[in-house]
């Protein structure tokens, strides 16, 4: 055998081992959003996890939605829906924007409680006191506060 066809065979078990190291160890890099719950161990227990530009204006519908998110969810959810470590998620945040989350998630949610999937925080128990219309106008709510924050 020359030495050509060393140099051939070599870099074909080369590539191959490189080629098997990649499928097997690199991280997907496509771009979808994690399945895993992000690691929040970094930052202190509830504090706001995000930072949340507040619009100049609300519609009339979001800030009747501000009204009853400040009553029902902010209690968890945060100011501004901005999160608080250990307790509940941002919902400014672009795993809820509306592809991914719809109004009626949000309906959903406050009706049958989440069952915890996204983040290590628990489950979110059904919340009283609040009908559809109340949610759907707080979903109205977060919707100019993801606007403003580009998370759509
Ligand atoms: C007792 C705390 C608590 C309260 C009060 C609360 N939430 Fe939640 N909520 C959570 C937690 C914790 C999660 C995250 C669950 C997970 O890990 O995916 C969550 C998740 C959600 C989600 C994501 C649902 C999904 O399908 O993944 C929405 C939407 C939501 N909350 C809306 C609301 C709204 C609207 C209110 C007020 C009407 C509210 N929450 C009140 C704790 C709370």
Not at 38 to 67: F, H, I, K, W, Y
């Amino acid at each position: 055998m020359n030495n050509t066809y060393k140099a051939i065979i070599a870099v074909f078990v080369l590539s191959s081992f490189a080629f098997y190291w990649a499928a097997r160890y690199a991280a997907p890099q496509d771009g979808r959003p994690s399945l895993q719950a992000p690691d929040t161990s970094t930052l202190a227990e509830n504090v706001p996890m995000v930072d949340v530009v507040v619009p100049p204006e609300l519609s009339a519908d979001a800030l009747m939605g501000q009204r009853g998110f400040e009553a029902k969810c902010a209690s968890c959810h945060g100011t501004n829906a901005a999160g608080q470590n250990g307790v509940a998620p941002p919902l400014v945040h672009k795993t809820y924007e509306p592809n991914h989350h719809s109004d009626m998630a949000f309906v959903l949610a406050a009706k049958n409680g989440v069952r915890s999937h996204h983040w290590r925080f628990g489950d979110m128990p059904p919340i009283d006191g609040v009908t559809n219309a109340d949610v759907l106008m707080i979903a109205r709510y977060i919707r100019e506060l993801q606007k403003e924050n580009g998370i759509f």
